[in-house]
């Protein structure tokens, strides 16, 4: 697998962003693919994830703000980001792998990485 990213950028608090994700190798809907972040001098953490089936789960930080989306003709992941706050703020990975279920993704390991985005938040 490859994972290539694009977007991000900078925003000010209450906008929106959207991040894509390319994944090629194997289709889409045999793969599943999440979403972390990390902040300065912060750890890395999950944000989002999506299933082979198209199941998502999201972090509490970020539930009810952010979507996943995914569009397998072409190949592609995005993370819809809205009512960006600034401690949204960190450099943004994509990952993914065919480890796990199909109808299940988790924020355990992940084979594949992109080469991460930064988003900014302003206050």
């Known amino acids: 697998l490859q994972v290539a990213q694009s977007g991000g950028g900078l925003v000010q608090s209450g906008g929106s962003l959207r991040l894509s994700c390319v994944v090629t190798?194997?289709?889409?809907?045999?793969?599943?693919v999440a979403w972390f972040r990390q902040a300065p001098g912060k750890e890395r953490e999950a944000v989002s994830c999506v299933a082979a089936n198209n199941e998502a789960q999201f972090m509490n930080s970020v539930k009810g703000r952010f979507t996943i989306s995914k569009h397998n003709a072409e190949n592609t992941i995005y993370l819809e980001m809205n009512e960006l706050k600034p401690e949204d703020t960190a450099v943004y990975f994509c990952?993914?792998?065919?480890?796990?279920?199909?109808?299940?993704?988790?924020?355990?390991?992940?084979?594949?990485w992109g080469q991460g985005t930064q988003v900014t938040v302003s206050s």
């Open positions: 990952a993914a792998d065919y480890g796990y279920s199909y109808s299940y993704c988790g924020f355990g390991s992940y084979d594949y």
């Open positions: 190798g194997l289709p889409l809907n045999s793969i599943t």
